[in-house]
């Protein structure tokens, strides 16, 4: 049977914008949000109407990012230097190996299933690594937490993404989250570290490594990656009771991550900031919309239909 791994949603709440608390059908039609008018513009006091301006307000646009080669790069001789002895301190203290996730080709694969593949990679049956899975994650993120202050070490956000991620935090219609194959505390750290954590929507949510895996997808990590798509679009719905979306989008830069947006049934726009080319993203069988980066802000929104 496939390993799940699940972890517990944030406390529900509404983030909803103060321009919408407390608004009333029959409001005037100065007081209703620039988002409110450009859906319909309120006819009358009607249930009709009132519906519409509802459905309106409800209306978003999910947008969620890959974190590593999407949002940010590393850089120098300490290139994500915290993540990676992460990595090793899990192998060592739960197998007794000294080494690290560079003896397999990683990119695009999720946290879990590198553990589990260097495992395999070192003689370790799947089901012995799968079976002590928990165990490995918990040693990465006690000692990654222990030394999150170190987080931004050899990290930087890639050109672009701040401008970018502020445009969409001020629009009432679009939500943001993270869609990695970090673990969940370790995506948030990165983000704190690089100062854009409170640029997502809030509370923050997301798809994350440690909470899907299937041992079996270790060949085609794009499968767990639809998992935490679809998971990311299900923790909204929960957040934000009575959400619809008018659109889902998936960012980013490997083609597992567009194969991952069409399997969990989002639109993928694909960037060329990591180590894949346009043909790699554009010729992994599904269908994307890829740009150079994310530093034209405006390209970036029109290509998101925003």
């Known amino acids: 049977m496939p ?54 307000e409800s209306m978003k646009t999910l947008v969620s990012f890959d974190v590593d080669g999407t949002l940010i790069r590393t850089v120098g001789d300490n290139a994500n230097k915290l993540h990676k002895l992460a990595f090793m301190q899990a192998w060592k203290e739960i197998y007794g190996l000294d080494t690290n996730l560079d003896v397999i080709q990683h990119h695009g694969n999720t946290d879990p299933l590198i553990l589990i593949r260097v495992a395999e990679f070192h003689g370790i049956a799947k089901s012995d690594a799968a079976a002590k899975l928990k165990e490995m994650e918990d040693v990465m993120l006690k000692y990654y937490m222990a030394n999150a202050d170190k987080a931004g070490v050899g990290l930087e956000c890639l050109p672009g993404v701040k401008q970018l991620l502020q445009e969409l935090k001020d629009r009432e219609d679009v939500l943001t989250c993270l869609v990695t194959g970090n673990l969940q505390p370790i995506g948030w750290a990165k983000m704190e570290a690089l100062g854009i954590k409170h640029l997502f929507s809030e509370p923050y949510f997301g798809g994350f490594g440690s909470d899907y895996c299937n041992p079996d997808n270790s060949d085609q990590s794009w499968k767990d990656r639809a998992e935490l798509v679809k998971i990311a679009a299900e923790k909204a719905q929960k957040h934000f009771p009575g959400v619809q979306f008018k659109d889902k989008w998936h960012v980013g830069d490997t083609p597992m991550d567009v194969q991952a947006a069409q399997g969990g049934h989002a639109k993928a726009l694909g960037v060329l900031t990591g180590v894949y080319s346009r043909q790699d993203l554009e010729g992994c069988g599904a269908e994307s919309i890829t740009l150079e980066n994310l530093e034209d802000v405006p390209a970036v929104l029109k290509a998101l239909n925003l």
């Not at 059908?25 to 006819?43: E, I």
């Open 3 to 56: 390993l799940m791994i699940t972890s517990s949603c944030l406390p529900n709440e509404i983030a909803s914008s103060s321009k919408l608390r407390g608004l009333s059908s029959c409001s005037p039609r100065s007081a209703v949000p620039n988002l409110v008018r450009r859906c319909h513009p309120l006819r009358s006091s009607s249930s009709q109407s009132r519906r519409e301006l509802l459905l309106c």
